[in-house]
């Protein structure tokens, strides 16, 4: 009989192109012109897990985009139920504006990578889900364990409607681990897994004067510029060192060990690695800690966006009414985002002069996360790296954020396992995102080996 494995492999090339067309469809969250294909993607997926043996499968309704669920629940009372999260929605992509090789949702497989939208973020890491039920309900009639899954569309802008998802279905949506694939590696050749995540809070600040733009010849120099007065506030939200200048944001940052340093530095790279992947001339941050450590384990802000005024060709000398900037902030362990958020309103009102109108809004936020190296979970998902990788895992940290992962523990009192196939190098939200094909099968694999070892 063929194991799921050998129908894995041997479905291969099948795989991967239902993953293209997948992938063609430009289920960009962020821009409601696209609501339509976020509905078309969730719709896709919905009929892929009917197609393999899932079964409940549901698109369902939030205040936002679509939630597409499923179940597979026979493998008895006494065996684990896996959730498993993935995120359907991707970010913007224009490939004359961003400066793309190929066209970002025509998926185009080059010197061993898929290059398109999401192909990494989230599609192609949520799917090897999806292909490793398939491999066993086509071989077997059956899965190891109770497997539900949960694919949202909304991650790339906050999953402002999921928190409210979890709390109406929470008795449905019952698991013993969740598992998450939206997470990197360092190195193909060195599998990771991921045991905490940064949080955020992600804020808009606007600076008013005039009601209207004016003629900076007839009134510059005695109206405030609020271009010129954002970017003077901006420069004071960090000190010389280049650490937060904000009062309290350090508060309840806990100091690094030597342990936390210890295993930070196993996966750190050299400073001119990551100069070499950026193209930056020079690294920045604060002094005292190494770049890894400023990425995974030390709290940031960042400023993500600024507008104001002119920005067309030619000249316009305009004196504008207003400005914008769009600012975040990664939070470590036991920093909480909304608290953050009430400190950086505080000290932009200490910091805005009294001749403009300056306004903190909250957008979004996301608590930090993370999870026990020691669980039976997560040794079960050691055993699958072993298995698919050929390779004990490490375990790391990453800056980024997946605020479902504290929605899962504080609403449905679930921990998530963080099962990377992906690269750091991918490319995510940016020009020419790629997928290694090679990464790809081989998260099937271990997908596969986890559902049998978690079953242990």
Not at 247 to 259: I, M, Q, S
Not at 320 to 330: H, L, T, V
Not at 386 to 407: C, F, H, N, Q
Not at 434 to 444: E, L, V, W
Request: negative net charge; hydrophobic residues 40%.
């Amino acid at each position: 009989m063929t194991t799921p494995i050998e129908y894995a492999h041997a479905n291969g090339a099948t795989f991967r192109q239902q993953l293209h067309d997948l992938i063609r469809i430009p289920s960009v969250s962020t821009d409601s012109q696209y609501a339509g294909d976020v509905r078309r993607a969730a719709d896709w997926l919905a009929a892929e897990l009917k197609r393999i043996g899932m079964e409940n499968v549901a698109v369902m309704p939030t205040a936002g985009h679509p939630v597409v669920y499923a179940d597979w629940l026979h493998a008895g009372a006494d065996k684990p139920t896996v959730l498993i999260y993935g995120h359907y929605d991707v970010q913007p992509a224009d490939k004359v504006k961003d400066n793309w090789t190929s066209e970002p949702f025509e998926p185009i497989e080059r010197d061993g990578f898929i290059y398109a939208r999401g192909s990494s973020d989230d599609k192609g890491q949520a799917y090897i889900h999806v292909k490793a039920a398939e491999a066993y309900l086509k071989t077997e009639g059956k899965l190891p364990v109770n497997v539900k899954f949960i694919l949202e569309g909304e991650e790339e802008i906050g999953s402002k409607n999921l928190q409210d998802f979890l709390k109406t279905y929470a008795a449905m949506l019952k698991a013993d681990v969740a598992v998450i694939s939206d997470t990197g590696m360092t190195s193909a050749d060195q599998p990771e897994i991921t045991r905490s995540l940064r949080g955020l809070t992600y804020m808009e600040l606007n600076v008013t004067a005039s009601s209207k733009d004016l003629h900076s010849g007839g009134y510059g120099g005695a109206i405030p510029n609020p271009a010129l007065i954002l970017a003077q506030m901006v420069a004071k939200l960090h000190n010389p060192d280049n650490s937060i200048a904000v009062p309290g944001f350090y508060d309840k940052v806990r100091p690094l060990t030597d342990a936390d340093r210890s295993e930070i530095a196993k996966l750190a790279l050299p400073d001119s690695e990551y100069l070499n992947i950026t193209g930056a001339p020079g690294m920045w941050g604060e002094a005292a800690y190494t770049a890894d450590e400023r990425i995974v384990a030390r709290p940031t802000l960042e400023i993500n966006g600024l507008l104001s005024g002119w920005t067309g060709e030619g000249a316009k000398t305009v004196l504008p009414c207003k400005a914008m900037a769009k600012i975040s902030c990664r939070l470590v362990a036991d920093q909480e985002p909304v608290e953050i958020y009430e400190l950086v309103k505080a000290y932009i009102a200490q910091i805005a002069p009294p001749n403009v109108h300056a306004e903190l809004k909250l957008i979004n936020a996301g608590d930090p996360a993370s999870i026990d190296p020691t669980l039976p979970v997560m040794q079960a998902a050691v055993r699958a790296y072993e298995r698919g990788w050929g390779k004990a895992p490490l375990y790391s940290r990453t800056g980024g954020s997946i605020p479902v992962v504290a929605d899962f523990k504080r609403i449905l009192n679930v921990n998530t396992v963080m099962l990377g196939f992906g690269l750091n190098t991918d490319g995510a939200h940016g020009p020419d995102e790629h997928y290694s094909i090679d990464m790809f099968h081989k998260g099937i694999d271990t997908a596969i080996y986890y559902l049998e070892e978690v079953a242990k």
